[in-house]
């Protein structure tokens, strides 16, 4: 017995999906976990480095050029594969409409706002 495929044969060979963005967003996905790996442990490192410390070194430490900007790329990757996970949560699992864009606009909206704290808070701790 066949399956049928809600895809045309060109969309099959194009791996794209109803609304062509599909592969687009699972590749955005993966290129974020593959730059989080070395962040991760970037991050792990400098926070076991401040174990210890007190507020004037660690404050020293974190306003570093090369911890500073390890810590912006971390948290820039992480907001976006963040942004990445809570979209295809809210497309798979909000089926009304209204519902489903005004979730994804908070999501960007709260992404971006904690996003943009974050990295507020680390450059003016590295140029203060």
Partial sequence: MKQSSLKSPLARVKSLGSARSGTMHAWRLRLTAFALLPLTFAFIVIVVSLAGRDYESAR????????????????????????????????????VEHKKVVSLMANICFSTLIGVAIIYALLRLSFT
């Fill in 60 to 95: 020293a430490l974190l306003g570093s050029p090369g911890a500073a900007i390890l810590l912006i790329l971390f948290v820039g990757a992480g907001i976006w594969h963040m942004t990445l996970g809570m979209q295809a949560i809210i497309e798979d699992y909000v089926h």
